[in-house]
Each structure stands twice: as C-alpha cells, then as structure tokens.
C-alpha cells in the first residue's frame, strides 16, 4: 500500500440495509422489488408473493447453508432478503442452547446467553459482507418492529419505535447497515370529543411510507442524505439514492 492507493469521491458499492415496521405492511414486497432478490427465509409469509427463495430456514445450520450457496454457486442473483432478523434471532438463540446445553436463552446465568448469541450475529455479517464485496450483491434485512422505553439522559425517558430485536444485537446490526429504515402507516392526530371528554385518535389513509432519519419516535439512519420521508416502494428508495 502506497499513497498512489488512495481513493477520492464517493465510492458506489451495493448497499446494506435495515427495513423494519409492523407486521403485514409490506416489507416483503419491498424486497422482492429490489434488482433480482432472493430470500432466505425464517418465517412462513412468502406465499402471496411472486419471488425466488430458499426453503424456509429451520436452524441455525441451515441458514449458514443458504449464505453458502450464495458465495459458491453460480447464480444471476443481485440482492439477498433476510426475512426477517427477529425470526433469525430465534434461530441463533437455539444454537446457543444447543451450545451450552440449556432448554432457554434465560437459563444461561447474568444474560451471558446474549453475548454468546453476538458470535453468530458477527458471522452472519461477516457473511453477508462477502455476498456484498465479492458477489456484488445488495442486502436488505427485514425486522419487525416493537415499542421500547428510551432512557434518554437529555430529557424524559419516551416510548419510540425499534427493530424487534435483543439490544445488543440489534446495535451491532445497527452499526453495520448503511441505512436503518422504519416502514410504518403515515398517521394524523385528530381531536375527539369536547371539554373533559376531549381526547386525541390516530387517523390515517393507509398510505405507507418509509422513514430515513431518526427521530423520538423511531430509529432510523442513513449515510447518503435521502429525504426524511418516501413511499414504501423499492422504486423510490432506488432513485432517491442516485438523485
């Protein structure tokens, strides 16, 4: 390595993303909209969508096989759908289990079960980065969401939106993505009722949107300035990427 090595400008490469929102909203269908997907599956819910995909994934072993397949067999395949991340993280914890000869996750004392279950998760990233580097292949992650409490030391703590994952590893995917985005229905409040009886309900006309930037309500982060907000279409999120 020399001076004459570096590298100036923005490097295009393909990218590396976390998509999760509530359930049946149509993250899937994100996926299969991306340039030739394939999904590896950890839950049953591809049947309604027109795409290619692996076998449902039973174990932790058969996962590693998918990833496998994918760095050496021949195959056109442009983009790999995790579907989904908390469905994966079932299956990590019972190879924990499985490790440590345990029926639960739980029964491994003072939460130790959750950094031995980091070691796959670092595997499983390593992984996807050779699918990235070597085969030129997109990753999409697909999660669903769930509401936790927020400690913030800089205000009250607050309810907000996250990857339905275990905290520690739901950073450590965090920090590897290039964009964490949080699919969700765009709601309005709206006033009900007058004097004590007044009360604030969620309206909304099921349009579904995608959230680029975090805000208290949600997680989310991006690395290349996209809007704050787009359709929950692939289509969009493609060409505000090179816009």
Not at 100 to 117: L, M, Q, S
Not at 207 to 227: D, F, Q, S, W, Y
């Amino acid at each position: 390595m020399s001076l004459s090595d570096i590298e100036s400008g923005r490097q295009s490469k393909p990218r590396r993303m976390l998509l999760y929102g509530p359930h049946g909203l149509g993250k899937s269908s994100f996926g299969a909209m991306a340039s030739s997907p394939v999904f590896i599956p950890t839950e049953d819910g591809l049947s309604d969508i027109d795409c290619h995909a692996f076998p449902l994934c039973q174990s932790y072993a058969e996962f590693q096989q998918r990833l496998q397949e994918l760095a050496s067999d021949e195959h056109e395949f442009r983009t790999v759908v995790i579907d989904t991340l908390d469905w994966l993280e079932r299956l990590i914890h019972a190879q924990v289990c499985v490790d440590r000869g345990v029926e639960n996750i739980e029964d491994i004392g003072y939460a130790k079960g959750y950094t031995f279950a980091l070691t796959y998760w670092r595997e499983v990233l390593v992984a996807l980065d050779w699918l990235r580097n070597e085969r030129g292949m997109t990753v999409i992650l697909l999660a669903h969401a769930k509401i936790e409490r927020f400690e913030n030391p800089e205000t009250e703590s607050y309810d907000r939106y996250s990857p339905k994952l275990h905290k520690l590893a739901s950073a450590v995917v965090q920090e590897w993505c290039d964009e964490v985005l949080f699919a969700n229905y765009r709601t309005y409040a709206k006033a009900s009722g007058e004097g004590f009886d007044k009360r604030a309900i969620g309206v909304g006309q099921g349009e579904r949107i995608i959230r680029t930037t975090e805000r208290p309500a949600h997680v989310a982060k991006n690395r290349c300035g996209l809007p704050d907000e787009l359709p929950l279409d692939y289509r969009a999120f493609a060409a505000a990427l090179v816009s």
